[in-house]
T-cell receptor, first 115, second 114 residues
């Protein structure tokens, strides 16, 4: 199965700790997108990356959140000094390019719980 | 400011009947619309899409209708099956933003009763 792989599936962190969420795109996909779903809400766009470049981070909170997609390895969404409000499902998606004809393919998400 | 709205949080239909899920949008720059289906503890799965140059797209039991003047789209599932029970998200994107930055609605939980 060469789908979008996210790990861990579940992550529990205490307030103030750091959370690292990993995403490996589908084979052949070089574009990665991170979305967050709060309870009872739809998915909200956070950041769009290509290899070694952040293309659009307009949905990312200005503090404590960062994302990268290095030349080698998975994309990482990093949340520093987590707070209870960061508890959510974080979904990664990938696409082969900017062509709007190709829909996003999502991973199964990482469920972050901040205690 | 909700640019994509799904006003029905839930919908129940009988197996074999038609399911109609509705979605409204406010941003006239949106030109590409998608429906995703989501089971618990899984990621959204792409179902069907439509470009703003069309008013209908059909794929098997699934048909999406787009009414640009009303800024409204709907997903029809016929006949509905119990395996269709899931949360359905409407999403939209526009050429003015990142090519694949999707704006999602809040979802409709569809339950198909056997």
């Amino acid at each position: 199965n060469a789908g979008v792989m996210q790990n861990p599936r579940h992550l529990v962190r205490r307030r103030g700790q750091e959370a690292r969420l990993r995403c490996s795109p589908m084979k052949g996909h070089s574009h990665v997108y991170w979305y967050r779903q709060l309870p009872e809400e739809g998915l909200k766009f956070m950041v769009y990356l290509q290899k070694e470049n952040i293309i659009d981070e307009s949905g990312m909170p200005k503090e404590r959140f960062s994302a990268e997609f290095p030349k080698e390895g998975p994309s990482i969404l990093r949340i520093q000094q987590v707070v209870r409000g960061d508890s959510a499902a974080y979904f990664c998606a990938s696409s082969p390019g900017r062509n709007s004809g190709s829909p996003l393919h999502f991973g199964n998400g990482t469920r972050l719980t901040v205690t | 400011d909700q640019q994509v709205k799904q006003n029905s949080p839930s919908l129940s239909v009988q197996e074999g009947r038609i399911s109609i899920l509705n979605c409204d949008y406010t941003n006239s720059m949106f030109d590409y619309f998608l429906w995703y289906k989501k089971y618990p503890a899984e990621g959204p799965t792409f179902l069907i899409s439509i470009s703003s140059i069309k008013d209908k797209n059909e794929d098997g039991r699934f048909t999406v209708f787009l009414n640009k003047s009303a800024k409204h789209l709907s997903l029809h599932i016929v006949p509905s099956q119990p395996g269709d029970s899931a949360v359905y998200f409407c999403a939209a994107s526009g050429s003015s933003g990142s090519a694949r930055q999707l704006t999602f609605g809040s979802g409709t939980q569809l339950t198909v009763l056997p």
